[in-house]
């Protein structure tokens, strides 16, 4: 499909350059020859009447006598110069415009294989609780009859699966949502060090259950943005850190100033990321086979969250060193500078 977008795409780029430079080399010959024209008939009006004088006076510096043969091989030079001339153009203009035909479309063919990329992944994702619940419901069809207790299991495990249903439609709607939008409309000066308290109290009982101290380490910054999205950055990063430090653990929260921008890192002493992983951490449904063994998820929250943060015109990076922990950086621009 994308080889033959462009080889139309370019084709329509080489027709427009051949018929600008057609058109150029017509009106060039023709403007080129006139004068050899003139030329030619001249010697012809010589050869047919030779004791008549001639109406026009020949140009300065042009030869009295000139050669009809020598001015009819200077046009025909002419008419072949132009023809290689313009062969050249073409050939030149035809791989030009293949390339940026290329150029052109691959953002396309970019969007359209990460849409495919994207539609596999949450067919698959959704697939698995979908054939869950039909399986353990017609399981219990088989039976003659259910009691009471094994009706309930089975819809408690219903509800489970259902539950992890709207999480994932959740997820995605969220990051269609983060994608086809800029927040400009929540756009408000907000306070950094507050939005990283909110986060921290939003995920307090996950630190509590392992035991893990958050530390903040932040000094007061003002930002531009939006306060629910940036938020829900924070809790992500703090989220996924907690499911990933060892009991016991702390994970620190410290700030960087640079210019115009500060850099908050949230650091944690866990697993680490493998150098095979590191690169993927932040594509859509992207989970390493240590994650998918140890904690729940669909592997779309580093991506919301860094969707979120390009679109406040920050960055968010990784760096990780296996079986030592993990560093998530978040650079945002700051307001009053």
């Keep these: 499909m994308f080889e033959k977008a462009r080889l139309k795409l370019t084709t329509w780029y080489l027709l427009i350059i051949t018929l600008i430079t057609v058109l150029f080399s017509i009106a060039f010959y023709q403007a080129s020859t006139r004068e050899v024209e003139r030329l ?23 030869p009295t006598q000139p050669n009809l043969e020598e001015l009819e091989q200077s046009k025909r030079q002419l008419l072949f110069i132009l023809i290689v001339i313009n062969s050249g153009v073409i050939v030149v203009a035809g791989v030009a415009s293949y390339f940026l035909a290329g150029r052109t479309l691959r953002p396309i063919k970019l969007m359209l294989d990460e849409q495919d990329q994207f539609i596999s992944n949450a067919s698959h994702e959704l697939r698995t609780p979908i054939a869950t619940m039909r399986a353990e419901m017609e399981g219990s069809l088989l039976e ?13 495990s219903n509800l489970q699966e259902l539950g992890s ?23 408000h000066k907000l306070s950094l060090l507050e939005i990283i308290k909110s986060a921290k109290n939003k995920v307090a009982i996950l630190a509590s259950k392992k035991q893990i101290k958050i530390l903040i380490r932040l000094e007061e910054y003002f930002i531009i943005g939006d306060k629910a999205n940036l938020t829900e950055v924070f809790v992500t990063l703090l989220d ?25 890192s949230i650091v944690d002493q866990g697993e680490g990321i493998s150098n ?30 860094q969707r979120i943060v390009e679109t406040h015109k920050g960055l968010l990076t990784v760096k990780s060193i296996e079986k030592k922990g993990t560093t998530f950086i978040v650079q945002l621009p700051l307001i009053n500078f």
């Design 40 to 62: 030619i008939n001249r010697i012809e009006f010589r050869q047919e009447f030779p004791g008549m004088s001639i109406p026009d006076r020949p140009p300065r510096g042009a």
């Design 144 to 156: 003659k009859h259910i009691s009471d207790k094994n009706a309930r299991s089975l819809i408690f």
């Design 165 to 187: 249903l709207q999480n994932l439609t959740n997820n995605l709607l969220k990051l269609a949502q983060v994608h086809n939008s800029s927040f400009d409309n929540n756009m």
């Design 240 to 264: 996924n850190a907690i499911k990933y430090s060892p009991t016991k653990s702390n994970i620190k929260i410290i700030s960087e100033k640079q210019n115009k921008v500060v850099k908050i």
């Design 276 to 305: 095979r992983d590191l690169p993927h951490v932040f594509r859509r449904f992207f989970r390493s086979d240590k994650s998918r063994s140890k904690t729940e998820g669909y592997g779309l929250g580093l991506s919301i969250a």
